[in-house]
């Protein structure tokens, strides 16, 4: 029988997909258990974790007998089931960009550094190529999420609330400064949102660093 109201969070310390969904549930006042799967190991690829994710990816959430996996679709579900802290402004131009910039980290940025593009170009051309191939594209995407946020005035990314698009841009940039320790002081709006997601309590405890699979040094 399904467990009603219990949230189950299939997650990996490091995974930038994980760490957007950790954050939206913190968000939202979510607890879940978190379940490791060590994407270094290949645990994504265990035939009984297939059954979780077809795609052999985390996150994955099971909510009762509700199992969604993928980022994007976890926190549009997030939104819906739970609306009283909402994540979606009202305005549609509002709403519209912060879909626009999580389906841009989804779909144009985070594919591009996936750990399955990254081996596989490691494997065919080494480890120089590949982590050039990591920042051009990080700057890649950067630099777009950099303009698309031009003369954003508010506190956070689409205004002076925190919304989804802030999920998805802390997961991001992240990764560009912490794992790449890439300077990224080219790109003020951003510098400025990190340095602000930096200090929201619901920001600190979803960071790679805090999750209980998390090695000690890092
Ligand atoms: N669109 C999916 C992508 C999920 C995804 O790519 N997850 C990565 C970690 S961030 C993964 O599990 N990679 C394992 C692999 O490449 O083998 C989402 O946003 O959840």
């Known amino acids: ?12 310390w490091r995974s930038s997909c994980a760490h957007r969904t950790r954050i939206v549930l913190n968000l939202k006042g979510l607890k879940y258990e978190y379940k490791a799967v060590n994407l270094l190991k290949g645990e994504q690829l265990d035939p009984e974790y297939e059954k979780i994710n077809p795609m052999k990816y985390v996150p994955a959430l ?8 993928d980022s994007f679709a976890i926190a549009l579900y997030l939104e819906d089931k739970y609306p009283e802290k909402p994540l979606l402004p009202q305005d ?7 879909l626009q910039i999580g389906s841009i980290v989804c779909s144009s940025i985070q594919p591009l550094h996936n750990l399955v593009v990254l081996n596989y170009i490691e494997q065919k ?10 920042i051009n594209q990080l700057n890649r995407g950067l630099a777009a999420l950099e303009k698309l946020l031009n003369g954003c ?13 802030d999920a998805f841009l802390a997961s991001q940039i992240y990764v ?6 890439m300077d990224i002081s080219s790109y003020p709006t951003l510098t400025r ?6 200090e929201i309590p619901e920001f600190q405890a979803a960071l790679p660093e805090n999750q209980p699979d998390a090695p000690s040094s890092s």
């Open 1 to 12: 029988m399904a467990d009603e109201g219990k949230l189950t969070l299939y997650s990996y």
């Open 62 to 69: 099971l909510d009762g007998d509700t199992l969604i996996a």
């Open 92 to 98: 549609l131009k509002e709403k519209a960009l912060n």
């Open 125 to 134: 051309l080494g480890s120089e190529e590949k982590n050039t191939w990591f």
């Open 153 to 165: 005035a508010g506190k956070y990314a689409t205004g002076d609330e925190i919304r989804l698009a």
């Open 176 to 181: 560009a400064v912490k794992r790449m320790q």
């Open 193 to 198: 949102l990190y340095q602000a997601y930096e």
